[in-house]
């Protein structure tokens, strides 16, 4: 199910572009835009929800089991001090789990984070391919 006015049921689409680094049948994730640092994932259900707590438990299972796998994955690529998990169900009406390498605590890595500005895409793309490469 998809909504038409939701940018990642877009982006799941296809129509609007991603910088991908995981899909399977009911579970997509790609890279924020505006990271709060590099590798900063974003896991969502294909399936358009507007709150990850509004799934059933199989596909809350399914995003987190993804969640899981990706976080290995980001540490492994990036080796922050931690990889951090974030849900808070704002910006974007359409659940998705933030999957964050923090060299520090989220209150203090959002101290200095400046949302919006210029995406590297490039920047991006290299990113994801670390991070596609230790899944
Ligand atoms: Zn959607």
Not at 16 to 40: C, Q, R, T, W
Not at 43 to 67: A, F, G, N, Q, R
Request: glycine fraction near 6%; proline fraction near 4%; aromatic fraction near 6%.
């Amino acid at each position: 199910m998809t909504d038409k006015t939701c940018v990642f049921c877009k982006i799941i689409d296809g129509e609007i572009p991603s910088h991908k680094v995981y899909e399977d049948d009911d579970v997509f994730a790609f890279l924020d835009i505006s990271p709060i640092n590099e590798g900063h994932t974003l896991v969502i259900p294909k399936s358009h929800t507007d709150s990850l707590w509004d799934l059933d438990e199989d596909s809350y299972s399914k995003v987190m089991s993804v969640v899981k796998k990706l976080s290995a994955a980001v540490n492994t690529a990036l080796q922050p001090a931690r990889v951090g998990m974030n849900l808070e169900g704002f910006d974007v009406a359409h659940a998705h789990v933030h999957v964050v390498p923090l060299q520090k605590g989220f209150k203090e890595s959002l101290k200095t984070h400046q949302p919006g500005g210029d995406v590297d895409h490039d920047a991006l793309a290299k990113t994801a391919e670390k991070i596609i490469l230790a899944l």
